[in-house]
């Protein structure tokens, strides 16, 4: 139940940096996209973790949630360096948030509401 703490927590951060990072109009965007780096790697260790002990119940559904979170992860470096380039536009921003939203709602459902549910 720890790894899943830590997992939610460290996604929850991700969404915060990722949404400062992108959001704010100062050009120092470097700062923020290195912090979603450093936590993409908590979420990794921990997403193999997690992986680890529900592949045996869902596999299919295991490996979608790897294959967005993966891919949640590319849009985010993508909408970064489109900021760096000052060509960040607002769908790139929905996208972003979108596929945050998507990933959320699939690892809650694979975890089957745990944390919130007993």
């Not at 996604?11 to 949404?19: D, S």
């Amino acid at each position: 139940m720890v790894w899943l703490w830590i997992h939610l927590a460290a996604w929850i951060v991700l969404a915060v940096v990722v949404a400062v990072g992108l959001l704010q109009r100062s050009a120092n965007v470097k700062v923020w996209a290195m912090s979603a780096r450093v936590i993409y790697l908590v979420s990794i260790v921990t997403g193999i973790v997690l992986l680890l002990r529900v592949w045996q119940y869902n596999p299919v559904g295991s490996v979608i949630k790897v294959l967005l979170a993966l891919g949640f992860i590319a849009f985010i470096e993508i909408a970064f360096a489109r900021k760096q380039q000052h060509k960040l536009t607002s769908t790139w921003l929905w996208l972003v948030f979108g596929c945050c939203l998507v990933v959320g709602i699939f690892g809650l459902w694979l975890a089957q509401g745990r944390p919130f549910v007993s």
